[in-house]
């Protein structure tokens, strides 16, 4: 990637800096994890039995913890590595559960906690293509990000995405020393979310999605356990949670009174603040002809959201 600034018409190369240290690394993304993830800082050099994780952190919208993991060489087995952390994670669930208390003075219990999507974060300067490959699977429950740090103090995260084409872990992942991890971690797809009798829900959520993602270039759909998250960057914008004849919408950060609703057909997600830390408002898209009305209250958010 090549970085320019501007000095009048003229484009001048900005340098990229070299990254000393991996804890250099760490600091900077512990102090903006929400900033750049979503994420809520749980704990940093977390020893568990033999293994020392650099960061845990909690994802609020899929209700997972999430460890992340800062490389400065690239020499390391991404999948040895991040089964191994997944492995501890999944049979450790009560000191996870501890850690979160100490840390956010709040109790959670295992069923409050969406262990299906657990994952790992992977954080370096750069990836070998060995590293790459190894993780390009469209369901693979971890993340890699690539950092680059330049000498005008800006600093890019830049997530490397699956290609579209490749295969499902599930179809090839039969070595015995994460098959433990592999029963429970979930990998979801939008086909799973519709059962076979929902064909008229499913008619809606295509012609809908389409015209969501149609907004912007950067927004993309994140399926999980219960809903597809119209997605830029690593925030929802709306979600869109399929029922069996019809899609619900969530309107996220509005509560009814800040939309422009002329037919009042807007509802409020009850505790949507004491569950979500957000307003959250709903939407039933019922036939083909409510998505106009659907897409005015989308456009609304998605206005609010790229100017926030």
Same mark, same amino acid.
């Given at each position: 990637m *090549?970085?320019?600034?501007i000095?009048?018409?003229?484009?001048v190369?900005?340098?990229e800096?070299?990254?000393?240290?991996?804890?250099?690394?760490q600091?900077?993304?512990?102090?903006?994890l929400?900033? #750049?993830?979503?994420?809520?800082f749980i704990?940093?050099?977390l020893k568990?039995d033999?293994f /020392?994780?650099d960061t845990?952190a909690w994802?609020?919208?899929?209700r997972a913890?999430i460890? #992340?993991e800062?490389?400065?060489d690239?020499?390391?087995? #991404?999948v040895?590595?991040g089964?191994?952390?997944?492995?501890i994670?999944?049979?450790?669930?009560?000191?996870f559960?501890?850690?979160y208390f100490?840390?956010?003075?709040?109790?959670?219990r295992?069923?409050?906690?969406?262990?299906?999507?657990? /994952?790992?974060v992977f954080?370096s300067?750069?990836f070998?293509?060995?590293?790459?490959?190894?993780v390009?699977f /469209?369901?693979?429950?971890?993340?890699l990000?690539?950092?680059k740090?330049f000498e005008?103090?800006?600093?890019?995260?830049?997530? #490397?995405?699956?290609?579209?084409?490749c295969?499902?872990?599930d179809l090839?992942?039969?070595?015995p020393? =994460?098959e433990?991890?592999?029963?429970e971690?979930k990998n979801y797809?939008i086909?799973?979310?519709?059962?076979?009798?929902?064909?008229?829900?499913r008619?809606i =959520?295509?012609?809908l999605?389409?015209?969501?993602?149609?907004?912007?270039?950067?927004?993309?759909?994140s399926?999980?356990?219960n809903?597809?998250?119209?997605?830029?960057?690593? *925030?929802?914008?709306?979600?869109?949670n399929?029922k069996?004849s019809?899609?619900?919408?969530h309107l996220? /950060?509005?509560?009814?009174?800040?939309?422009n609703?002329?037919?009042k057909?807007?509802?409020?997600?009850? =505790?949507?603040m004491?569950?979500?830390?957000?307003h959250?408002?709903? =939407?039933?898209?019922?036939?083909?002809?409510?998505?106009?009305?659907?897409?005015?209250?989308?456009?609304?958010?998605?206005?609010?959201f790229?100017k926030k």
């Amino acid at each position: 990637m *090549s970085l320019f600034k501007i000095e009048k018409t003229k484009l001048v190369p900005v340098s990229e800096k070299k990254i000393k240290l991996e804890k250099n690394i760490q600091e900077l993304t512990e102090k903006n994890l929400k900033t #750049i993830f979503e994420f809520e800082f749980i704990a940093s050099e977390l020893k568990v039995d033999n293994f /020392r994780f650099d960061t845990l952190a909690w994802n609020p919208e899929t209700r997972a913890f999430i460890i #992340i993991e800062y490389k400065k060489d690239r020499n390391f087995s #991404i999948v040895d590595q991040g089964f191994s952390y997944l492995g501890i994670l999944l049979n450790k669930k009560d000191f996870f559960l501890q850690e979160y208390f100490e840390h956010k003075k709040e109790h959670l219990r295992r069923g409050d906690v969406d262990w299906s999507q657990s /994952r790992i974060v992977f954080i370096s300067p750069s990836f070998t293509q060995h590293q790459i490959n190894s993780v390009n699977f /469209r369901n693979m429950a971890f993340d890699l990000y690539e950092i680059k740090i330049f000498e005008n103090n800006s600093i890019f995260f830049n997530k #490397i995405e699956a290609s579209d084409s490749c295969e499902s872990i599930d179809l090839i992942m039969k070595d015995p020393r =994460f098959e433990s991890v592999t029963k429970e971690i979930k990998n979801y797809s939008i086909e799973g979310l519709f059962k076979d009798n929902w064909k008229e829900s499913r008619e809606i =959520f295509d012609v809908l999605s389409e015209k969501i993602v149609a907004l912007d270039p950067n927004m993309k759909l994140s399926p999980v356990q219960n809903y597809v998250g119209c997605k830029i960057g690593n *925030s929802n914008v709306v979600e869109l949670n399929p029922k069996k004849s019809f899609i619900e919408i969530h309107l996220l /950060r509005f509560k009814p009174e800040d939309l422009n609703d002329p037919e009042k057909r807007v509802t409020y997600q009850s =505790f949507s603040m004491e569950h979500y830390n957000k307003h959250v408002s709903l =939407f039933k898209v019922k036939n083909l002809e409510d998505i106009d009305y659907a897409m005015m209250l989308v456009k609304q958010v998605y206005k609010k959201f790229t100017k926030k």
